[in-house]
């Protein structure tokens, strides 16, 4: 797309008003562009609507009128959950009007440096972690995307003096054109989002998006132990810059073994380009729980080296960080039961690394949005020998609780209850959080890692892990 000051009393339309249609919307306003930001939800669900029109900008309500996607449109933002499928994103590309996110939007606008990382688990705590490093070194983050501010806001606040920290979705990144990072890091690729993306090749294709537009000088940070990032890696132009839990490296962050034995060791190590290995801390002392949090701090530690913080702020950085609500997050111990929530595991793959983490018994809860319409339909199978070997009871809501409630009994689980939808989300919450009470002891963990995405339920799994603190603070 054209810079947003080129669309100057073109008509640009808006799909979608949630924090990130509202920025793009307000940004092309400002820029003098002829805005109408249209929303399926009726009027009385749109709250974002009434400061939009004040602004001068036409928001259309309750559907999408068949005038709304015309030739005379010269751009589509589209909020990056909406389908390509959808009848307006349908009818745009069939009229050869451009279509994108708002990442491609605010890359235009940005003065800054952007730092955009992406992968199927991870995303937040790197992405946080990577602005907690940068903010240690004076290098003036803005931490923005899919992590909670707008990237239109934070690259319109945006100087060449500040990096744009971004966290991205293969949603977003499906839209965009001419997105160019500066450094860019793919953490992992595991199925997910099939019911969006329809095929694997899809969602891999719209990940390495993020590397489209890089030139030589840029950096692509990429985890060597991950077979699609290390594919990617013989079609990036930009400097490949890894980082491995397994592997010495000839350049990068990685786990030293032993010069003796040959061993893994736990030591987090820089290997330059010039081959000297500079320690950074032990894995031990990092401060959240986990080998994938290892990993999680290696990627960081891996992107902040490249945008040049000094090693000193990423070891401080290393010990110091505590995670990122919903991520593993300590609630409270009752009884001598501890509570963890980790709601934003939308898939079985981020339910085991969470599950790997415990030596405790474990009571999980976990169910959610069953994932229809894709190529290969998720059956949970991955999860059965965790279920076996680290969970002694499990409580199953959503959509797949019967699924799951299969794979566990596959396992060899007896203790396994299933919620019946209450009147409520918040209701049949607690009372998944009752179950779980029941079923564990002292010493045990209640988890919450869902596997499933939220939105059979609730609006998203921020939602869905506020309902579950508060059901566990009220036990």
């Known amino acids: 797309m054209k810079h947003p000051r080129e669309y100057k009393n073109q008509e640009v339309i808006v799909l979608g008003l949630a924090k990130s249609g509202m920025a793009a919307a307000v940004r092309f306003h400002e820029l003098g562009a002829k805005v109408t930001v249209n929303d399926r939800k009726d009027r009385n669900q749109c709250p974002e609507a009434d400061p939009l029109e004040a602004l001068g900008i036409s928001v259309v309500c309750g559907g999408h009128p068949d005038s709304l996607i015309h030739e005379g449109v010269a751009l589509v933002v589209k909020n990056p959950g909406i389908p390509y499928g959808a009848e307006p994103v349908r009818k745009a590309l069939e009229l050869g009007i451009e279509v994108v996110t708002e990442v491609e939007v605010a890359y235009q606008l940005s003065e800054a440096p952007i730092i955009g990382i992406t992968g199927s688990n991870g995303k937040t705590t790197t992405t946080t972690w990577v602005g907690e490093m940068l903010a240690k070194a004076g290098k003036s983050p803005i931490v923005a995307g899919n992590i909670g501010r707008a990237l239109c806001d934070a690259a319109n606040d945006a100087t060449k003096d500040h990096w744009l920290v971004a966290e991205l979705s293969s949603f977003q990144l499906k839209g965009t054109d001419q997105f160019r990072p500066r450094i860019a890091c793919l953490l992992n690729v595991y199925e997910t989002h099939l019911d969006y993306h329809g095929t694997m090749s899809d969602y891999t294709a719209s990940k390495a998006k993020l590397f489209a537009n890089q030139y030589k000088e840029d950096i692509a940070v990429l985890n060597w132990d991950d ?72 990627a960081a530690a891996a992107i902040a080296i490249a945008a040049g913080v000094p090693l000193l702020y990423i070891a401080e950085s290393l010990r110091e960080f505590r995670g990122v609500e919903h991520r593993l997050e300590y609630v409270r111990t009752c009884r001598d039961i501890a509570y963890y929530n980790n709601s934003k595991a939308t898939n079985p793959a981020a339910t085991i690394k969470a599950l790997e983490v415990f030596d405790q018994p474990i009571v999980l809860i976990a169910g959610g949005m069953d994932r229809q319409g894709t190529d290969k339909e998720m059956d949970y199978r991955e999860l059965e020998p965790y279920l076996r070997d680290k969970v002694k009871a499990a409580v199953f809501l959503g959509e797949t609780r019967d699924k799951l409630a299969n794979v566990a009994r596959s396992a060899g689980m007896t203790r396994v209850r299933l919620v019946d939808n209450g009147s409520s989300p918040s209701e049949t919450l607690a009372q998944a959080v009752k179950y779980a009470e029941e079923l564990a002891e002292p010493g045990d963990v209640v988890l919450l890692s869902p596997a499933c995405a939220s939105w059979d339920m609730f609006p998203s799994f921020e939602e869905r892990g506020r309902m579950f603190k508060e059901s566990v603070h009220n036990l």
């Open 227 to 298: 077979t699609e990032c290390r594919l990617l890696s013989t079609k990036v132009q930009a400097r490949v810059f890894p980082f491995s839990m397994k592997e010495e490296l000839k350049e990068g962050v990685y786990l030293r073994r032993h010069a003796e034995t040959g061993r893994l060791e736990r030591d987090i190590v820089y290997r330059d380009s010039e081959g000297t290995v500079h320690p950074i801390i032990r894995a031990e002392e990092i401060g959240i729980p986990g080998d994938f949090n290892v990993g999680n701090g290696l």
